[in-house]
């Protein structure tokens, strides 16, 4: 049998052979202890050096993005909120909540258990009226609303007292009808679709509080001219939303759907003096009653300032939810169009009777804001809603 003898390696070979094998141990050896971050940093600046020019200086940019909202929002945590007046204009403790609605028993239902129940006389909410103007349907009991199993019979005490007020026919304007025995002078007007928390709703309140000739709300929008204008047209004016608000840094009416204000503008706006035709066009185009009511005001306090200028619109900053995004009048299309109209016809038929147009006047957004925040920059203002974002209509016009 025959036997193959293995190859014998020289001596010198097996010496170096071995030499860089406990080289290569004592390298292994040497990277296994080098700290895991100080690994991990070498690694990240490798793979950095790998990427392009471009997509480096957009990262950078990203990241410093990044720091800068995030110091911000702590800065606005610990040092930013809302005004703190050491002394309030007036010492009113509580409001009337006045609900517009008509044929929602459900969206009333949730409306009437979230403002009389859940946020309730703790939130200042001391009675709520229910605008009803279904007017072949009676109106249930008040009591009904809040028989809740949900409820505990310690909570009952929270309850806001709740009136039905009927309406003899159903038009948009009866929502600021004066009501008998009214005996607050802060109204918070709202929808029924619209829910403001109750913590909103308080800051809302001290906002009217320490300005109550203004109109207080979370919907900030402004009326101003088009960019572009028809030669030798008179000059058209534009419904904005939240959108151009924010880019513009500008607002000058507060919407009705969430909104305080003082008690005595409802007498006004059904008095001999406020234009007749103001109401009947509201009641044609079922719409822009808000606007009307907020010409109103800025009319009636740029008469009363000694400046001549429209008392400021508050805008707080808060947190919303508004249940009829799908299914309110301000949904449909065209919305925005016919906003645009409403200003300026109803601005012609206030001019015609010897008004002023106050629309006309803008104020600076952060200015108006009753929320503060730090360091504030221009770009931290906040809708109350994100879907105010939507609204896009009228951003390039």
């Not at 193959?4 to 406990?22: F, S």
């Not at 009363?304 to 009048?329: F, M, R």
């Not at 804001?369 to 109350?384: A, D, L, T």
Request: charged share 20%; glycine share 4%; proline share 5%.
């Amino acid at each position: 049998m025959l036997r193959v003898r293995q190859p014998v390696t020289p001596r010198k070979y097996q010496i170096l052979a071995t030499t860089e094998t406990v080289e290569s141990r004592r390298t292994s050896s040497a990277s296994t202890n080098v700290p895991r971050c100080t690994r991990f940093w070498i690694e990240l600046r490798f793979r950095w050096s790998l990427l392009s020019f471009g997509c480096r200086t957009g990262l950078q940019i990203l990241f410093f993005c990044l720091a800068v909202s995030t110091i911000c929002f702590l800065g606005d945590v610990i040092v930013g909120g809302y005004q703190s007046p050491d002394k309030f204009v007036v010492e009113e403790t509580s409001f009337a909540v006045i609900i517009n609605t008509y044929k929602r028993p459900k969206q009333l239902q949730e409306a009437i258990a979230h403002y009389g129940s859940k946020c309730g006389k703790r939130s200042g909410v001391d009675h709520i009226y229910i605008v009803w103007a279904e007017l072949d349907v009676t109106p249930p009991d008040p009591t009904t609303f809040f028989k809740s199993s949900k409820l505990r019979p310690s909570d009952t005490s929270n309850n806001s007292d709740l009136t039905f007020v009927r309406v003899l026919r159903d038009s948009l304007n009866s929502r600021f009808l004066p009501i008998e025995g009214l005996a607050w002078k802060a109204i918070f007007m709202v929808d029924d679709d619209v829910r403001v928390s109750c913590k909103s709703l308080q800051a809302g309140f001290d906002a009217w509080r320490a300005r109550p000739q203004s109109m207080v709300g979370y919907y900030p929008r402004l009326s101003a001219p088009a960019r572009i204008q028809n030669v030798g047209a008179d000059i058209e004016l534009t419904y904005y939303s939240w959108p151009n608000v924010y880019l513009r840094q500008q607002m000058n009416f507060i919407l009705t759907k969430a909104c305080f204000l003082h008690e005595r503008y409802m007498a006004m706006y059904w008095n001999e003096q406020h234009p007749r035709e103001i109401l009947d066009y509201v009641d044609q185009y079922k719409n822009c009653e808000d606007v009307a009511m907020s010409i109103l005001v800025a009319n009636v306090t740029r008469a009363e300032s000694k400046a001549h200028v429209p008392e400021i619109p508050i805008y707080v900053e808060g947190n919303i939810a508004d249940t009829g995004l799908s299914n309110g009048i301000s949904s449909g299309t065209g919305h925005m169009d016919r906003r645009s109209r409403c200003l300026n016809d109803i601005t012609r038929i206030y001019r015609v009777h010897g008004w002023e147009p106050p629309l006309d006047y803008a104020f600076n957004l952060r200015e108006s804001s009753w929320m503060q925040h730090w360091p504030g920059f221009w770009w931290q203002s906040r809708p109350s809603n994100v879907f105010e974002w939507l609204a896009l209509k009228n951003l390039l016009k």
